[in-house]
């Protein structure tokens, strides 16, 4: 393991081979689920490039040096990073090339082009990469192209698909594979992100390997509605009103924009696809086992339906007088 991330040597022996070749590139973008450890990353291995104690060829940091200790505090004057704020939903031009007041005097685009105050390059880390507009793009396009010299800069994103060609094209690609579930799991626990271990193991088998996705499905609310629904369905006959009624409340209390509505449901559909998952594994033949894939099937139609922008609550009463009539 590299300096202490999961998951990512691979990743670690490319930038391990491109520093001793000396080819570090100007532009990276690093694309991969959310909550893999992308941003820690970069910043890792803006460590490296920082630390005074190891050779500038190698992928390694010290850990003491004046650089390392400023790195690890969170407080490197070299290390600038823009990620979406609080209530945005996109990085804002002034983030990049300052305020109408200070255009191109302030900003990580001036930033970057000053001289480092204690390494011997600059490192940029622009988070939330999927969220650039043209605008946004267009403003970076200079730096990227005409790049300051020794500097770095690292786009995080999601994929590559949702960056917009012109950073694309301008940018060394840099893919971070999911963690595996037992790697979730296991983070989910020692970092206290969970009530338990056992809605660890739930989550993250779950998780599509994402960390944030783990832990938004740990929440509390989506684990009580979780069990609501699952007692609903294990009664002989299911009152599908009920049902229906009971996720709605549950999908409508995630926010008022349909984004968080969508999420919430999605992750929802999915623990009760897995608690027919268990039970099929518990009974895999006869007429259990052929009810149990009818539900499963029934709740992924309608997690494609949510994806593909469906009226929410036709959905969710439509899923829930399927499940009672399987
Ligand atoms: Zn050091």
Request: net charge neutral; with cysteine.
């Amino acid at each position: 393991m590299w300096m202490d991330i999961v998951g990512h040597d691979q990743v670690a022996s490319r930038f391990s081979h491109v520093l001793r070749e000396c080819r570090l590139a100007g532009t990276y973008l690093f694309v991969g689920p959310g909550g893999v450890g992308k941003r820690l990353f970069a910043k890792r291995l803006a460590q490296c490039l920082f630390c005074s104690s190891s050779a500038h060829n190698e992928l390694a940091a010290c850990g003491h040096c004046e650089s390392c200790r400023l790195m690890l505090a969170g407080n490197h004057p070299d290390l600038l990073e823009v990620g979406l704020k609080a209530d945005k939903r996109t990085l804002e031009l002034e983030q990049l090339v300052g305020d109408r007041e200070h255009r191109n005097r302030q900003g990580l685009c001036h930033d970057i082009s000053l001289k480092p105050y204690l390494a011997s390059r600059r490192v940029a880390i622009i988070d939330h990469a999927d969220t650039l507009t043209t605008a946004t793009a267009n403003a970076l396009l200079k730096t990227l192209e005409e790049p300051p010299p020794a500097s770095l800069i690292v786009l995080v994103g999601t994929s590559e698909s949702r960056q917009l060609p012109t950073i694309r094209s301008r940018s060394q690609v840099v893919r971070f594979a999911p963690l595996d579930a037992g790697e979730v799991e296991r983070l989910l626990v020692e970092n206290d992100l969970v009530t338990g271990p056992d809605v660890a193991r739930s989550v993250a088998e779950l998780a599509d390997g994402s960390l944030d996705q783990a832990v938004a499905m740990a929440s509390q609310e989506l684990w009580q509605a979780h069990i609501a629904s699952v007692e609903l369905l294990d009664k002989p006959t299911i009152d599908s009103v009920r049902l229906a009624e009971l996720v709605s409340q549950f999908t409508n209390a995630a926010g008022k924009e349909a984004g968080p509505r969508r999420t919430a449901l999605i992750a929802l559909l999915g623990l009760v696809a897995r608690h027919y998952r268990q039970q099929l594994r518990a009974n895999p033949h006869g007429s259990v086992a052929r009810m149990s894939i009818r539900r499963i099937d029934r709740c992924l139609e309608a997690e494609y339906q949510v994806d593909r922008n469906a009226h929410l609550q036709t959905v969710v009463q439509s899923w829930a007088d399927d499940l009672a009539r399987a």
